[in-house]
């Protein structure tokens, strides 16, 4: 009885010591000049930017990045600071607004009842750095009249950029993609929709 107990109690350490292993959190970041208040003023065309869909593999808590081709690491340590969609909605939404000041830009869904002229849909596909530094954004996005649900813009995103091979690098880089996005997301607002 007393081998047991003291098996029990070495186990119950040992899985103690194993979880209380520490996090590292990390999160996307806006890299356009930052003064977004997130509020409606005196704009006359509202797009909104409807809630971000990422492949399976990228939809957790913890990061991910590519061993090869068709292998991934999931990181049980390194974990985004909150949910990975809404990062990187909130990131675009930052991006565009100092973009496109002239425009009011909303995070889908909000609570006030308002009605946006064009929505933004991005799908993300893959989305993750490599041991070589390399990171990769592939995906689709679109712009949709919403009163005709009909697609006035859309396009596929296939971007790399090489930057460094630790977590803060991948992020950093990541970031700068998504302001690459938000440009290109930008241009095509200033060229489809007149205000």
Known sequence: MKKIYIAIVLISIWILTGCSTKSSFYQLHPKTAHSYE??????????????????DYLDKLEMVTRLSTGRVNVHD??????????????VLLSDISQLLPRYTFLAYPWE???????RIYVTIDRFDGSANGVVTLHGRWSIVVQQENQVLFGESIHYTQRGG???DQIVDTQSRLLEKLSRRIASRVRARIVK
């Open 38 to 55: 997130g509020k409606i003023g005196k704009k006359g065309i509202i797009i909104g930017i409807g809630e971000v869909e990422v492949a």
């Open 165 to 167: 091979t630790t977590l």
């Open 77 to 90: 340590d390194k974990r985004w600071a909150g949910s990975f969609t809404d990062n990187i909605q909130s």
């Open 112 to 118: 006030e009842p308002i009605s946006d002229q064009y």
